[in-house]
């Protein structure tokens, strides 16, 4: 169960930032940094769903509010883009000092840019994610272009962002103008995960090919679909962090793989352990040999959907010797089989309406199995392929009499 709690920090202009950190119950494995948009908060509804849905799957997160903003102290009308980008840096020392440095920086919107610009200068960060974020900082400029004018002539004027008044300033203008993000994107030396909706209307997927284009490998885009640009709809923030969770793995080791690689050598050949990984009611990770996966249920179901759950991996079982067997066959025939696909589905179903199955009574699991095989394969070939197909030792068990022996843990 994540746990969470409030602290304070100094800013980057002298007053108290109000912040958040969520955490995971045991051990803190890694701490990630997130950068809200532009007029939220750290409590509105990305951040807050992020966070936690992140801390659930292992990792601690701080959530903060920039200067004038949410809890925070200051006056909104003395930041700009820049200031922002101290008090990233800000967020980021206190994390040193009080948990473990920042190792993946998140950020949303404007937010997104201000840690793109931050990254730089946080060398502990090995990764870097944004959320609907601008290739150009000076984008968030169109929110009040109706005061362009009066800001111009009278060097502040007050503009309504999202429901609430704000002052907007000469010098947050010109501070928004003189940024080079994308040479910053340019010389980041960090993995880079970008997601963005193609349907934002805030800001717009251009942003997001400005911003992957511009930086080196690696580097990943994740489109949101029909997602808004706040994420609004929790199964949104949900997904982006399972993928952002599973992504970072491959920079951030998690805590039960560390602890996996270290006890891999007690596991003889031709064993697999699952263990529960706490990530989530139901997370599970998978050791068979040197591979390390995970498993998971769906969503609607309470779990996290951050892998496949165990029907999708016993027809996974099934279409991988399915498919090897027919290459081993075809190869040894030497038959002109370019590629085999094999597809699959799982239901229970009542017996009665089974129409090969012994039992009559109850239930019965049935898996239905489509094999596509690409070629120029003659009828005679294709017919034996597919009786070959029924010898697939995984076929021979799930269709033959199978013994399962438990051993209780004696401890």
């Known amino acids: 169960m994540a746990r969470s709690k409030k602290i304070e920090f100094p800013g980057s202009m002298g007053g108290k930032l109000a912040a958040r950190v969520d955490l995971p119950e045991g051990e803190l494995h890694a701490v990630a940094l997130f950068a809200h948009c532009f007029s939220c908060s750290k409590d509105s509804l990305a951040p807050a769903r992020v966070s936690r849905a992140l801390s659930a799957l292992g990792f601690g997160v701080l959530r903060f509010d920039f200067t004038g903003l949410g809890g925070s102290e200051g006056d909104f009308a003395n930041t700009n883009f820049s200031s922002n980008v101290e008090d990233i840096l800000a967020a980021a020392d206190?994390?040193?000092?009080?948990?473990?440095?920042p190792a993946l920086l998140i950020g949303h919107s404007l937010g997104g840019a201000a840690v793109l610009s931050a990254a730089g200068r946080i060398p502990e960060a090995v990764a870097v994610a944004t959320i609907g974020a601008p290739a150009d900082p000076a984008h968030v400029a169109?929110?009040?272009?109706?005061?362009?004018?009066?800001i111009e002539t009278d060097g502040e004027a007050a503009v309504n962002l999202g429901g609430r008044p704000f002052t907007i300033r000469q010098q947050f203008l010109e501070d928004l103008k003189n940024q080079k993000l994308l040479d910053d994107v340019a010389a980041l030396k960090k993995a880079l995960i970008v997601f963005h909706s193609p349907l934002d209307e805030t800001v717009g997927v251009e942003n997001a090919a400005e911003i992957y284009n511009a930086a080196r490998h690696p580097k990943s885009f994740v489109s949101l679909d029909d997602a808004d640009h706040l994420l609004t709809s929790k199964a949104d923030s949900t997904y982006v962090?399972?993928?952002?969770?599973?992504?970072?793995?491959?920079?951030?080791?998690?805590?039960?793989?560390?602890?996996?690689?270290?006890?891999?050598?007690?596991?003889?050949?031709?064993?697999?352990?699952?263990?529960?990984?706490?990530?989530?009611?139901?997370?599970?990770?998978?050791?068979?040999?040197?591979?390390?996966?995970v498993a998971d249920e769906p969503m609607d179901i309470g779990g996290l959907d951050a892998g496949p759950g165990p029907y999708d991996l016993l027809l996974a079982a099934l279409g991988a010797c399915t498919s090897m067997t027919l290459r081993m066959y075809a190869n040894r025939k030497k038959w002109p089989l370019k590629r085999a696909a094999v597809t699959l589905s799982h239901e229970k179903i009542h017996a009665k309406d089974c129409e090969v199955c012994e039992t009559a009574e109850g239930r019965v699991d049935r898996i239905e199995r489509w094999v596509t095989l690409d070629g120029e394969l003659d009828a005679e070939q294709r017919q034996r392929l597919m009786e070959i197909a029924e010898r697939c030792p995984v076929h021979q068990t799930l269709t033959s009499e199978t013994i399962i022996i438990d051993h209780p843990d004696a401890g």
């Open 94 to 101: 206190w994390l040193r000092q009080h948990e473990k440095p």
């Open 241 to 293: 962090a399972g993928v952002l969770a599973a992504w970072a793995e491959r920079y951030l080791p998690a805590p039960e793989t560390a602890q996996a690689a270290a006890t891999a050598s007690d596991l003889p050949a031709g064993m697999v352990r699952v263990s529960e990984s706490g990530r989530g009611p139901y997370g599970q990770t998978v050791e068979a040999g040197r591979h390390r996966f």
């Open 142 to 150: 169109h929110l009040f272009d109706d005061a362009i004018c009066d």
